[in-house]
């Protein structure tokens, strides 16, 4: 169970808020790491993680 003193609101949702930078957070955009909460940001910067992809043009694909 999350301690109610680590919780905020954000975007109308409660959740977690970033224990690494302040950030607010809803539960969905937390990432555990440990004990700890992170947003996607510090998470990369506290475990060196990159993304395993790296995004493209397709072509005939339209997007609105």
Do not use: N, W
């Not at 809803?26 to 990432?31: A, E, R």
């Not at 992809?53 to 997007?63: D, H, N, R």
């Amino acid at each position: 169970m999350t301690d109610k003193s680590r919780l905020g609101i954000h975007e109308g949702q409660i959740g977690p808020i970033c224990d690494f930078c302040g950030s607010r957070l809803t539960f969905g955009q937390s990432i555990p790491i440990d004990s700890d909460f992170a947003c996607f940001d510090c998470y990369q910067e506290v475990t060196s993680a990159s993304s395993s992809t790296e995004g493209k043009v397709v072509t005939g694909l339209p997007m609105k």
